[in-house]
């Protein structure tokens, strides 16, 4: 099983940051990365469940 943690980046200084999908693979998906005009965009993927919540709670405090 492999989760995916979106988190975002605006120009602002805003931070969001949650687990938006979980898949099960043999192999983990690749993580990606979007630039827009406001925000950026991370979608990064963790094959613990306590690893991507730790994500989380680190993004949110950036």
């Known amino acids: 099983m492999y989760y995916c943690v979106t988190s975002t980046f605006d120009d602002y200084g805003n931070v ?3 687990i938006t ?3 099960e693979a043999d192999k983990i998906p690749n993580d990606i990365f979007t ?3 406001r925000k950026d965009i991370y979608n990064d ?3 613990d469940l306590n ?3 730790e994500f989380v709670k ?3 405090l950036a």
Do not use: C, G
């Open 16 to 18: 969001t940051a949650k």
């Open 51 to 53: 690893d991507a919540q």
């Open 45 to 47: 993927w963790f094959d």
């Open 35 to 37: 630039n827009t005009l």
């Open 58 to 60: 680190e993004s949110r």
């Open 21 to 23: 999908n979980q898949i």
